[in-house]
């Protein structure tokens, strides 16, 4: 299939290209370049634009009317950043989506996948969070990304009453980690936020690491999270996008397998939501340790109080993905801090000076 992949020169959406192209289909990137390195576009259709510019967008299915889905990642997503600029993460991640998305059922398009994330969730006692456990988001980009669900739903099950093939999967992104097996891309922040990132950076340049937050109700008081590696995650991107129509009617015989007729259940669903995670909790003070076994880099490590924005975590339940787009992650955490530290040595050689 010709994909549209917007964001796709970011670090989840340039590493779901490769996989989209490994598994025979063409992505055509649209990316502002606000913060994703062209180099990750080289060698594939490239748009640059914001995807709130309707006659870009417009332009592009004109040039492609072969186009069969969206997936649609370009968004903001530091929370620090979110914090200090609401504004900023509400006007690009929820305004500039709603606009796609409007630009896309207006064009007839029937598919459309999306970037959103395991951070619209509370923490629950046992931490493992399915796709109906309680929402809590505690930051500006966490409710971003839920507002953003919230209007494809509404937008999907409208399209449905008037007749119209809109639908939607939105993948609740856990914690991506690693690089591209292949190294064609991998995290390219020069300041990162993310835990990983700043593992990295610490171990690269001597440095210092900081576990902020001690006090979680956690098995050793640090956060809690699911590392998955970033090739699963686009992995899953593929299976979604192969196993779409698959996925609906799946979900639909499920809700009828509950002894419920047509009538009880009601329509068919046109919005899934499915976490992609790899189903197994990882404490931040486990992950520094395993980070420290495949580091040629010591580490020296001290704790801090929690940033704002941050909560206690949670870890994936992926029945959903398993059942509805066949797909279970095959990376081992491991893998993905070996390939991290592999591909920033590989980037850092690659930047001019």
């Known amino acids: 299939m010709k994909v549209l992949v917007t964001g796709g020169a970011g670090y989840i959406g340039s590493t779901t290209c490769s996989a989209l192209e490994d598994a025979g289909h063409t992505p055509i990137v649209l990316d502002s370049l606000v913060s994703g390195p062209q180099e990750f576009t080289r060698g594939r259709v490239f748009y640059q634009g914001d995807v709130a510019d309707q006659g870009l967008v417009r332009r592009i299915f004109a040039e492609h009317p072969d186009i069969e889905a969206t997936l649609h990642f370009a ?11 609401p504004a900023l993460y509400y006007r690009e991640n929820v305004l500039g989506s709603l606009t796609l998305f409007e630009t896309l059922a207006e064009l007839g398009q029937r598919r459309v996948i999306f970037s959103s994330s395991a951070s619209v969730y509370d923490s629950p006692q046992d931490f493992q969070v399915n796709e109906n456990s309680p929402l809590k988001p505690l930051s500006p980009y966490a409710r971003s990304k839920r507002m953003t669900e919230e209007m494809l739903e509404d937008l999907c099950v409208a399209a449905a009453q008037q007749g119209r093939g809109l639908r939607g999967i939105a993948l609740r992104y856990f914690n991506p980690i690693g690089a591209d097996p292949q190294m064609r891309s ?14 990295v950076s610490a171990a690269r340049g001597g440095g210092e690491f900081s576990i902020t937050g001690t006090d979680y109700p956690t098995r050793d008081g640090s956060g809690l999270r699911d590392y998955i590696h970033v090739w699963d995650l686009a992995q899953a991107h593929v299976a979604a996008l192969e196993h779409f129509e698959q996925a609906f009617e799946r979900a639909n015989a499920e809700r009828l397998s509950k002894g419920q007729t047509a009538a009880e259940a009601g329509p068919p669903v046109s919005f899934l939501i499915i976490n992609v995670g790899t189903g197994n909790g990882v404490t931040v003070r486990e992950l520094v340790e395993a980070f ?4 040629p880099q010591p580490l020296a490590v001290r704790e801090a109080p929690r940033r704002p924005g941050d909560s206690a975590g949670a870890y994936a339940d992926i029945g959903r993905a398993r059942r509805w787009l066949d797909w279970v992650p095959q990376c081992s955490t491991s893998e993905g801090l070996s390939s991290a530290l592999n591909w920033a040595a590989r980037w850092t050689d690659r930047q001019p000076t």
């Open 75 to 85: 968004a903001r997503i530091v929370v620090p950043e979110s914090v200090e600029h």
């Open 186 to 199: 991998g995290p390219y922040v020069a300041e990162p936020s993310h835990l990983l990132g700043r593992l």
């Open 292 to 295: 420290q076994q495949v580091s």
